[in-house]
C-alpha cells in the first residue's frame, strides 16, 4: 500500500487507542481485553498524566494509546515484559528484540522515551538500551503511549513517549492488596527451560496516611525455537532469557489537604543473567541460528539494576488551579557481559597481546531532576486553559571498562532547563478545540579532557589498530524553542478529527560518538557530531467511537536534518552518523463489538517509510536510500479476537511482519532483507471465589522464524543470528484482597 494511496483510503488520521479494558471495578474482576476506551470503570475518566494536563484525550490534538492493567498483565503474561506488551499491541512499534537491550526498537521510526510516572528512564548521553527493563510490570497500572516526535515530557521523546504509570494509593480503609504466583515453560518442557513468578503486594489505608509495599521476583528459564533448538544468547548485550529479577517497590502518601497529597515513590530493580550459557554459532547461509551450550564464559553476567525515588505533590485547588511538583533521583548501572572473539574491540597489546585480554564495560548513570506544572483556566475566559511549568534534569554518565578500570565513553555531565508554556482553548460548545504552545530546551554538556580507548580488532590475518588519541574536552551548549499546536474538530460526540505539529528535541549518543573519536586534538568545543537532533511530526487524523464501532486511522509524517542513524562497520560494530532523515506512515485500527454477547474483533495496520541521505562525507540534504532494520519497523498488521462473558475471558491475537526489502543510493547488503514471519498468540482467563487462574501460550502454531533485528543487521555475524522464540506456555494465579 502506498502511503498516497493509505491517506486517500484513511480520510486522513486518527487517535487509537490500544485494544484494552477498562480497570477492574472490583477487587476479583477478571483481567479481560475489551474494547479500548478514555474512561475507567463507572465513567470516571482517564487522565493521561504523560500529556502534562488533567484534560481527556479527546481533548488533545495527539495520538495517543491507554493500555490498561487487565490488558497489559494479560500480555505480559504472554510475552514476559511490559516492552513486549507495547510492541505486541502497537502496529508501529518495532519487534522487540528478546533481549536485555533495546537498542533499535524504534516507535514510528524513533526512538521512544521510556518513563516512569514522568521520570525519563532513558541516559541522554550514552543510550545503554536497558529503559524497558527498570521496574517489574506487576507495579504499574497502566502504560500511556504518546506517539511521535514531542517534547511534552523533555529530552527524548522522537518517537514517542511510553509512561509507565505505578499503581496507585489505596481507595478504602484498612489493609488491601493482590498476589501473583505462575509458571511457564517452553513447548517441549525441557528442564532447563522452566520459569516461574511470585509477587505481593500489600496497601495500608488510615485516615490521611497510606502505604503500599510489594516485591517480585522472577526466574526466567532458557527460550527454545520451534525446532527445539535454544535460542542464542547475546553475552554482550545481556538476555532476559537465564536470569533472575528481584524488585522492591513502596508508596508512601499523605493527605495533606482535602485537594493536596504528597507522595514519596521509591524502587529498586535488578535482573542479572546467570552466566551459565556461551554463544554457538549459527550459518546465515544455511538458515541455522545462534545456539546456546553450557559454559562459562567467565567475568560478570550481563545485568541491569535501577534504582529510583521521587516526591511529588498534587493539588487540584491551589488558586483555582491544578499544580503538580515532583522531585526525583534516578540511578542504573547497566553492565554489559564479555565474550573473547576474533573482532573483540578491547584488545590493546600495549596491555597484553592479542587475541588474549578479557574486558567488558559498564553504563553507570546518574540523575537528579525537578518538574512543575501549574493548569487552569485564565480568569474571564473560562474556554482558554493555560498550563504553565518548568523542568530540570542534571545527568552524570559514563561507560568504563570493568576488568582493567579503562574509560570508555568519558564521564561527561548533562544539564537541561526547560520552561514551557500550553494552552488549549474551546470554541462552539467544544465543536473546535485549538491547542499549542513552546518549550525553551537550554541544555549544556561538559566534557573533560581525555584519551581514547586503544583498541586493535583482529580477523585471523590483519590486525587494525583505532583509537587511543588525546581529545580536548568542552562544554557546549545548546538551546532551541520547540513549538507544538493543532486543531481538533468534534461534529458529534463520538466523532472526531485533528491537525497537528509537534517538535522533538533528543541528544545524539554522545557517548557511542565521543568513544570512536579516532582523530588527535579534537575538540568537543567546536565538535558538531554531538549536535542535538531536532525532530518535527505532522499529523492529521480521524477517529470514530459510536455504538459497537471503533475506528480510528493516522497519517503521520516527520524529518530531521541532523538526524542520528546506526550504521553498520567492518569489523561488526555500529557507529552514529548525522544525516537528514525523513519519515512518513499510515496506521489504521478497527475493532467492532459484535452481536454475539461478549465477543470483538480488532485489527490494526502500520505501514512506515524512512530514508535518510547516504553522502555522509558531503550530504547534500537529499534522502537517498531506505533506513534499515537497525533504524525502522517492518510493515505489520495485528488481528485479534476476545471474548468475555462471567468470570471467561479469552484472546487470540496474531502479528504479520510482513518482508521488505531495502534500496538506495548506498546500495544496501541484499543479505539484510526481511522475509517476514507470522505469530499468533492465546491466552485464557477464569475467575473464581479464591482468584483467577490463567493459561497464555506464545507463538500457539510453533512457527520458526528468525527475528526481525537479526535477519536485518550484520550479515557476516554468525554469533547474532537469533531466531524467534517456539510455544511457550505460562500458568498462572492471582488473587486480590
Do not use: C
Given at each position: ?19 484494552v479494558?477498562?480497570p477492574?471495578?472490583t ?10 476506551t ?9 487522565v493521561?498524566t ?31 515484559s ?12 518495532s519487534?522487540?528484540?528478546g ?13 521512544p ?50 509512561n ?42 488510615a ?14 528459564g532458557a ?6 533448538r535454544?535460542?542464542g ?14 524488585d ?20 529498586r ?7 551459565d ?6 550459518n ?6 545462534t545456539?546456546a ?5 567467565g ?51 600495549a ?27 485564565v ?12 523542568d530540570?534534569?542534571f545527568?552524570r ?11 570508555w565513553v ?16 474551546k470554541?462552539?460548545d ?26 586493535t ?30 486543531m ?12 497537528s ?10 557517548g ?57 562497520l ?7 552518523q ?10 489504521i485500527?478497527?475493532?467492532v ?5 461478549g ?19 558531503a ?9 534499515d532494520?537497525?533504524?525502522?519497523s517492518?510493515?505489520r498488521?495485528n488481528?485479534?479476537a ?19 526489502t ?15 514471519y507470522t505469530?499468533?498468540d ?24 528468525i ?6 543487521r ?24
Open positions: 500500500m502506498s502511503i498516497a494511496w493509505g491517506v486517500a483510503l484513511a480520510g486522513l488520521a486518527v487517535v487509537q487507542q490500544a485494544p479494558q477498562p477492574a471495578s477487587a476479583d474482576d477478571a483481567a479481560g481485553a475489551g474494547a479500548a478514555d474512561t475507567a470503570a463507572g465513567g470516571e475518566t482517564i493521561v504523560a500529556a502534562r494536563t488533567v484534560l481527556p484525550p479527546n481533548a488533545l490534538p495527539l495520538t495517543i494509546d491507554i493500555i490498561d492493567k487487565p490488558v497489559l498483565d494479560q500480555q505480559i503474561a504472554i510475552s514476559g511490559i516492552t513486549d506488551a507495547v510492541a505486541a499491541l502497537t502496529p508501529s512499534f519487534p522487540t528484540r533481549k536485555l537491550s533495546g537498542a533499535g526498537e524504534t516507535l514510528r521510526g524513533r526512538s522515551l521510556y518513563a516512569i510516572n514522568g521520570i525519563p528512564q532513558t541516559t541522554p548521553l550514552r543510550d545503554g538500551g536497558r529503559d524497558g527493563f527498570t521496574i517489574d510490570g506487576f507495579f504499574i497500572d497502566r502504560v500511556e503511549l504518546i506517539y511521535g516526535s514531542n517534547a511534552l515530557q523533555g529530552v527524548g521523546g522522537t518517537g514517542g513517549i511510553v509507565q504509570v505505578t499503581v496507585g494509593p489505596p481507595r478504602s480503609e484498612g489493609v488491601t492488596g493482590r498476589m501473583l504466583v505462575q509458571g511457564s515453560a517452553a513447548d517441549r518442557f525441557e528442564g532447563d527451560s522452566f520459569g516461574g513468578k511470585a509477587a505481593g503486594l500489600v496497601q495500608y489505608k485516615g490521611i496516611f497510606d502505604a503500599t509495599v510489594g516485591a517480585s521476583y522472577e526466574k526466567r527460550f527454545y525455537d520451534a525446532r527445539g535454544r535460542i544468547v547475546n553475552l554482550t548485550q545481556g538476555e532476559t532469557q537465564d536470569s533472575r529479577a528481584l522492591l517497590f513502596g508508596r508512601f502518601g499523605l493527605a495533606v489537604r482535602p485537594t493536596g497529597r504528597l507522595d514519596l515513590i521509591v524502587n530493580f535488578a535482573l542479572n543473567g546467570d552466566g550459557d556461551v554463544a554457538l554459532a549459527g546465515r547461509s544455511r538458515g541455522i541460528p545456539s551450550v553450557r559454559g562459562s564464559p567475568g560478570k553476567p550481563a545485568a541491569n539494576r535501577a534504582e529510583a525515588a521521587s516526591l511529588s505533590y498534587t493539588d487540584s485547588d491551589v488558586a483555582g488551579g491544578n499544580l503538580t511538583a515532583q522531585l526525583f533521583f534516578n540511578r542504573t548501572h547497566d553492565t554489559f557481559g564479555r565474550e573473547l572473539t576474533p573482532l573483540a574491540t578491547f584488545q590493546d597489546p596491555i597484553a597481546p592479542l587475541g588474549t585480554l578479557l574486558d567488558q564495560s559498564e553504563n553507570r548513570s546518574r540523575k537528579l531532576g525537578a518538574r512543575a506544572s501549574y493548569e487552569r483556566a480568569p474571564g475566559w473560562d474556554a482558554l486553559i493555560a498550563t504553565i511549568g518548568f530540570s534534569l545527568d554518565t559514563e561507560q568504563r571498562l570493568i576488568g582493567t578500570n579503562r574509560i568519558p564521564p561527561s555531565d548533562f544539564q537541561s532547563l526547560a520552561p514551557f508554556v500550553q494552552a488549549n482553548l470554541l462552539a467544544g465543536l473546535v478545540r485549538l491547542a499549542g504552545g513552546l518549550r525553551w530546551e537550554n541544555v549544556k554538556v561538559r566534557i573533560d579532557d581525555y584519551h581514547t580507548l586503544a583498541s580488532t583482529y580477523d585471523g590475518r590483519n590486525a587494525t589498530t583505532y583509537g587511543g588519541v588525546s581529545v580536548k574536552g568542552g562544554a557546549p551548549g545548546f538551546d532551541q524553542l520547540l513549538k507544538n499546536g493543532g481538533i474538530v468534534e461534529p458529534a460526540q463520538g466523532i472526531r478529527a485533528y491537525v505539529y509537534a517538535e522533538g528535541f533528543t541528544m545524539a549518543d554522545i557511542r560518538i565521543t568513544r570512536a573519536v579516532d582523530t588527535p586534538g579534537t575538540d568537543l568545543s567546536n565538535f558538531r557530531a554531538i549536535d542535538p537532533v531536532i525532530s518535527n511530526n505532522r499529523e492529521v487524523g480521524v477517529e470514530v467511537k459510536r455504538g459497537p464501532l471503533d475506528a480510528s486511522a493516522t497519517y503521520f509524517w516527520s524529518s530531521s536534518d541532523k538526524g542520528q542513524l546506526l550504521i553498520a567492518s569489523n561488526e560494530n555500529f557507529q552514529v548525522r544525516q537528514r532523515v525523513e519519515i512518513e506512515g499510515l496506521e485500527n478497527l475493532a463489538r459484535m452481536p454475539v454477547d465477543l470483538r474483533l480488532s485489527t490494526g495496520y502500520a505501514h512506515i517509510v524512512g530514508r535518510y541521505d547516504s553522502d555522509a562525507r550530504p547534500d540534504g537529499v534522502v537517498d536510500t531506505d533506513l532494520g537497525t533504524n525502522i517492518p510493515d498488521l488481528a485479534a476476545d471474548f468475555a462473558r462471567g468470570p471467561l475471558t479469552a484472546r487470540v491475537q496474531t502479528q504479520v511482519y510482513f518482508a521488505r531495502f534500496h538506495g543510493k548506498a546500495n544496501p547488503d541484499p543479505r539484510n532483507d526481511f522475509g517476514g505469530v499468533t492465546a491466552s485464557l482467563r477464569y475467575q473464581t471465589r479464591i482468584g483467577g487462574i490463567y493459561l497464555t501460550a506464545q507463538n500457539i502454531f510453533n512457527r520458526f522464524y527475528d526481525y533485528n537479526s535477519d536485518t550484520l550479515p557476516n555475524d554468525n554469533l547474532a543470528y537469533f531466531a524467534g522464540r517456539g510455544r511457550s506456555f505460562t500458568l498462572g494465579w492471582d488473587k486480590r484482597f
